[in-house]
């Protein structure tokens, strides 16, 4: 397969072009792949390290890891691509999931690849824990 990389820097400029173009407003993200049925689910872990590494890369100094899903399916599959906070994966009021999918594909030998940011937490959120304002450890987790 060819190298990924530029997918995710395109994919991702796109996404905060899509946001306004100010990466501090950005503060979420997550990222996702659908495998054709010809396919294995390893075709989509492909896409952790240029998916990944792309949003981190464009959004400077982001240290959590990128949340991440992937699956085999046929034409119609959805994934919940799942959605964390940039800087600690415990912020829980940032924990979330955005739904892709296309009517006519994956096809059999085709990948569907995405990636997802989001600027805030979730409305009204509610679950307690760490909050944004509170990262202080800076290593990605709190």
């Not at 990924?4 to 990466?23: F, S």
């Not at 998916?51 to 899903?69: D, F, H, T, W």
């Not at 995405?114 to 009204?124: D, V």
Request: charged residues 25%; aromatic residues 6%.
């Amino acid at each position: 397969m060819e190298d990924l990389k530029p997918l995710g820097l395109l994919l991702t400029d796109r996404l905060i072009a899509a946001l306004g173009g100010d990466v501090k407003t950005i503060d979420g993200y997550g990222k996702g792949a659908i495998v054709g049925s010809a396919g294995e689910i390893e075709h989509g872990a492909l896409w952790h390290v240029p998916g990944g590494y792309a949003m981190r890369e464009r959004l400077g100094q982001a240290k959590a890891i990128v949340p991440s899903a992937m699956k085999v399916g046929a034409f119609g599959s959805r994934l919940d691509v799942p959605l964390g906070h940039i800087n600690a994966a415990y912020v829980r009021s940032h924990f979330d999931a955005f739904e892709v999918g296309l009517s006519d594909g994956p096809r059999a030998d085709e990948i569907l690849f995405c990636l997802a940011m989001s600027c805030g937490p979730r409305i009204h959120s509610r679950m307690g824990g760490l909050e944004e304002k509170d990262i202080k450890v800076w290593d990605g987790q709190r």
